[in-house]
């Protein structure tokens, strides 16, 4: 059997650079994030059940309407339960049909959210990227033009990093250049491959 290896870390720690990292080693990546954002757009079901809970301005001329839901579920956090209740079913589902059909030794689902929903108990391993906050902050603030404040409230609602390293079953560190980070991708990839063996 394939294993199932999840990857994550806070905002800005360069989980997806990772994730790209182990592609080019020929390892399939699941972005739950990018999946779930294709799931709200195309599935009927989920997107009838979300115009249900977040009303008919949750979708302009069929696309989602993401500063809208974003401004109703970051000032409510029973709809944002209420949202994800809805959404991280259709995505396990969609990933476990996407699963079936890889073939390599193991493959990675990246996403941000794993050990807050319980998904680290769906998987074999999870790799949690790490780097330091001021680190984080700066890549965020280049990358999405945010202020630090705004970067630091998204920090603050996150589940703490340093929790995450602690249940990781391997860590990658992401402080320095890429050239650091692909050596420990290198080290990693072969140290999965021996599991599944």
């Known amino acids: 059997m394939t294993l199932k290896v999840g990857i994550t870390g806070g905002i800005g720690t360069g989980k997806t650079a990772a994730s790209k990292m182990f592609e080019e080693l020929g390892i399939p990546v699941f972005n739950a994030d990018k999946e779930a ?5 195309s599935d009927k079901k989920v997107k009838t059940k979300l115009i249900k809970l977040l009303g008919e301005q949750a979708y302009i001329d069929n696309e989602l309407n993401r500063p809208y839901i974003a401004n109703k579920i970051f000032t409510d956090s029973s709809l944002k339960a ?6 991280h079913p259709a995505v396990r589902d969609h990933f476990i049909n996407w699963y079936t059909r890889q073939e390599a030794p193991y493959i990675l689902k990246e996403a941000a959210l794993i050990y807050e929903i319980g998904d680290h108990e769906n998987l074999d391993y999870v790799i949690v990227v790490d780097a330091p906050e001021h680190v984080r902050i ?7 033009n945010s202020t630090i404040e705004a970067i630091r409230s998204r920090i603050k609602n996150q589940m703490n990093q ?3 390293v602690k249940l990781a079953n391997f860590i990658l560190k992401n402080e320095k250049d890429l050239e650091f980070l692909k050596s420990q991708v290198l ?3 072969k140290k999965i ?3 599944k063996s």
Do not use: P, Y
């Open 37 to 41: 954002k294709w799931i709200m757009n």
């Open 82 to 87: 209420k949202m994800e209740a809805i959404v």
């Open 138 to 144: 700066e890549r965020v603030k280049q990358r999405d």
């Open 162 to 164: 340093s929790e995450k």
């Open 187 to 189: 080290d990693l990839d």
């Open 193 to 195: 491959r021996l599991l």
